[in-house]
């Protein structure tokens, strides 16, 4: 079976006050074509098809033409799982009905969710669709009293759904969620505070292969049949070195499977420049696109006037200045590291140094992850 797996598409994103949809139309465009020369028997997209829980109207828009040329034109069914940037119940509107055109959509965890199945020519291959949800709500809908983290939570779905396939199945899993040890970006949301929205790759050993969504670098998880396609373009500066892809997975009649990435050409690139003004003014080297995304480090050390005035004459779509002088790299004064890179976590607890002179204790420290965990997930809810 030919397996077509993406990820992370973020629809309606706005990136540093741009709105990228007509980039991320023609990431799309080329979605499309690829299905067209490829022509899998599925295509798996892992969670945050939207920024958040409520889309711009072109965000909906998009989705629905590019999934209309897939299933309507192409015939090549999709499932479709919700992430925690998606409102599940609005994902998941008209789940049996649109089932019967070849869009599987799964909003929301529950005991009513079973695996779909689907045939090539060796026999049946079993998917199980994980949508995103919280351990509260895993522990409710599946009466899993067990599911006190994000890791017991996802056993809990993965057991309701292996309970539903017969043993010796070829089974693939499709779930969003962090697994540890894995690369995270700065544009993903945290799951949790503390570390506790991990879970262990473990999990998804059963399945022949896992498609998974969240984080956005194209990357293995614990073992080669489990893997992150990446998000469909760079949403930060820190992913200029990230090649944006999809992953094309054929499974052999034992379940054995074969990868390819396939990489997207992107409509503007997301880099960064540096050096003195003079010379980043000189324009573009050879076979640089002026029109990228850009963050810009300026290294001279004197005041400089209307230097974004200055630097989008040359590239319109400057984002970002830095001024190296007052900061190397997003290090900031009396801060170790790139803050940029720290967690909600670790910026507290260099904060709470800062005021008080002294770290924070177990016991503050397991106050301020319990806190911040609960106004996350109050805001969740109140944005779904």
Request: proline share 5%; charged share 25%.
């Amino acid at each position: 079976m030919r397996i077509l797996h993406t990820s992370d598409w973020h629809l309606g994103r706005i990136f540093h006050g741009i709105h990228l949809t007509e980039d991320q139309a023609c990431l799309l465009d080329q979605l499309v074509l690829l299905v067209k020369d490829v022509r899998p028997e599925i295509i798996l997209i892992a969670g945050d098809v939207y920024d958040r829980s409520v889309p711009p109207t072109e965000a909906v828009k998009l989705l629905d033409e590019v999934l209309s040329r897939i299933i309507l034109d192409l015939k090549v069914p999709v499932m479709l799982i919700a992430g925690n940037h998606d409102s599940p119940e609005r994902l998941g509107f008209g789940t049996r009905l649109l089932a019967q055109q070849g869009l599987y959509l799964f909003g929301q965890i529950g005991k009513n969710l079973s695996p779909v199945v689907l045939h090539d020519s060796h026999g049946p291959v079993h998917f199980c669709p994980v949508p995103y949800a919280e351990p509260p709500l895993v522990k409710d809908r599946l009466g899993a009293q067990e599911a006190g983290d994000h890791n017991l939570a996802m056993m809990a779905a993965i057991n309701h759904f292996l309970a539903q396939v017969p043993p010796g199945t070829r089974t693939v899993a499709l779930a969003h969620a962090y697994v540890l040890g894995c690369e995270e970006s700065e544009s993903e949301r945290p799951l949790a505070v503390g570390g506790a929205g991990s879970v262990d790759a473990a999990c998804f050993r059963p399945f022949h292969y896992t498609a998974l969504g969240h984080l956005h670098q194209p990357q293995p998880a614990g073992s080669g049949r489990i893997r992150y396609s990446g998000s469909l373009m760079k949403y930060s500066f820190s992913e200029t070195a990230q090649r944006k892809s999809v992953t094309l997975v054929e499974m052999d009649e034992d379940g054995e499977v074969r990868q390819e990435e396939i990489v997207l050409s992107l409509r503007r690139e997301v880099r960064r420049l540096e050096g003195y003004l003079t010379d980043i003014l000189a324009g573009p080297s050879k076979g640089e696109n002026r029109e990228d995304y850009l963050m810009v480090s300026i290294k001279d050390t004197g005041a400089i006037l209307d230097i974004m005035g200055k630097l989008r004459g040359v590239y319109p779509n400057v984002l970002h200045i830095e001024r190296s002088y007052l900061g190397e790299g997003g290090v900031l004064r009396g801060m170790g590291g790139d803050h940029r890179r720290l967690s909600e976590l670790e910026l507290f607890a260099s904060f709470f140094k800062e005021v008080t002179g002294k770290p924070l204790s177990d016991g503050e420290t397991k106050v301020f992850v319990n806190a911040a965990n609960t106004l996350n997930r109050e805001e969740r809810e109140v944005l779904a």
